[in-house]
C-alpha cells in the first residue's frame, strides 16, 4: 500500500512559478512509476507527466513539455513537479499519483493504483 500527500498549490499570477511536492510512505518507492495529473471544473482528469521508478526517464503531456519538469528523490520517497511560466489555463487541481510498476506507461490515469488527495493551483490573469 502507497499514500500519497501532495504539497505546494496556491494562488499565483500568469508567468510565475510553483512547485508541487508528493510524499509518499512504503517502502518501495522505486518499484513504482510516479505521475501527476490535473482536472479542471468541468473537465475531465489529463495527464501531465510521469518518470519512471529510477528516475531515469520521465514523459510529459505535449503541451506541457518546457514549461514543467518532473523529479524524483528516492531517497526521501519524494516527487515534485516544478511548473514555470504558469497560464490561467493551468489552473486545476493537481493529483499525485503511483503506478505499481516501474516502467512508464501511456499516460492514462486507469494505469495509476494509488493516488493523493489533490492540491489547488490556481493561476490568476
Known amino acids: 500500500q502507497v499514500q500519497l500527500v501532495e504539497s505546494g498549490g496556491g494562488l499565483v499570477q500568469a508567468g510565475d512559478s510553483l512547485r508541487l511536492s508528493c510524499a509518499a510512505s512504503g517502502r518501495t518507492f522505486s518499484s513504482h512509476v510516479m505521475g501527476w495529473f490535473r482536472q479542471a471544473p468541468g473537465e475531465e482528469r489529463e495527464f501531465v507527466a510521469a518518470?519512471?521508478?529510477?528516475?531515469?526517464?520521465?514523459d510529459y503531456a505535449a503541451s506541457l513539455k518546457g514549461r514543467f519538469i518532473i523529479s524524483r528523490d528516492n531517497s526521501k520517497n519524494t516527487a515534485a513537479l516544478q511548473m514555470n511560466s504558469l497560464k490561467p489555463e493551468d489552473t486545476a487541481v493537481y493529483y499525485c499519483?503511483?503506478?505499481?510498476?516501474?516502467?512508464?506507461?501511456?499516460?492514462?490515469?486507469?494505469?495509476?493504483?494509488?493516488w493523493g488527495q489533490g492540491t489547488q493551483v490556481t493561476v490568476s490573469s
Open positions: 518518470i519512471s521508478g529510477s528516475g531515469n526517464y520521465a
Open positions: 499519483a503511483a503506478r505499481s510498476t516501474p516502467q512508464v506507461g501511456a499516460g492514462y490515469a486507469y494505469e495509476y493504483d494509488y
